[in-house]
Structures are given as structure tokens and as C-alpha cells.
Nanobody
């Protein structure tokens, strides 16, 4: 059974940084796409970034491009989201998700989800 566990959320001031981690277990993820999504109160869940385990292609939402970096450690089965230059509008619950085969920005295409970690950015 696939399990995804996020960590690393917290409260920071605008301009600060956080690194989120997503530890994956339960199977081999070589052919899996991993995504980060976020959801603010009263809003729909939105795409942030995704990455394939192999060969590591990446995609970012325009709102985070240049500030966030997604990466993975295959040996640790962990995906990271480095978030720099954080803005108050980045405040949300952040979720890690996994799906077999190709990357997609649509949260409905992801079969497995973590429990989420809260990120709060104050101005």
C-alpha cells in the first residue's frame, strides 16, 4: 500500500524559506510521477510542481516558477519542495501526491495523497 507522509511545514515571514519533504513507501516509484499541490481555505486544490522519479523532468506552476524547486532522492524515496522568497499568497495546506506513469497538473489524476502540511506566510 502506497503511503505518502509530508513534513516541513510551518510559519515564516514573507521572503523566508521552507523545505517540504514527502516520504513515499509501499512500492517502487521508478515509473511514478510525484506532485505537490496546495489548497487555501475556500479555494480549490491547485498544482504547484511535479517531477518524474526517472528521468527527473520537472514542471512548475507559473505562480511559483523561479521561487520553488522540486527534487527527489531516489535512494530515500523522498521528494522535496524547496520554497524560497515566500509570499503571503503561498499560505495553504501543501499536499504530496503520486500517480503511475506520466506527469500531469490535474489533481484528479493522482491516486495517492499525503495528509498535508500547513504553510503560513505572514507579511
Amino acid at each position: 500500500q502506497v503511503q505518502l507522509v509530508e513534513s516541513g511545514g510551518g510559519s515564516v515571514q514573507a521572503g523566508g524559506s521552507l523545505r517540504l519533504s514527502c516520504a513515499a513507501s509501499g512500492r517502487t516509484f521508478n515509473n511514478y510521477a510525484m506532485g505537490w499541490f496546495r489548497q487555501a481555505p475556500g479555494k480549490e486544490r491547485e498544482f504547484v510542481a511535479n517531477i518524474m522519479w526517472i528521468p527527473g523532468s520537472r514542471d512548475y506552476a507559473d505562480s511559483v516558477k523561479g521561487r520553488f524547486t522540486i527534487s527527489r532522492d531516489n535512494a530515500k524515496n523522498t521528494v522535496y519542495l524547496q520554497m524560497n522568497s515566500l509570499k503571503p499568497e503561498d499560505t495553504a495546506s501543501y499536499y504530496c501526491a503520486a500517480r503511475p506513469f506520466g506527469v500531469t497538473r490535474n489533481p484528479g489524476d493522482y491516486a495517492y495523497w499525503g495528509q498535508g502540511t500547513q504553510v503560513t506566510v505572514s507579511s
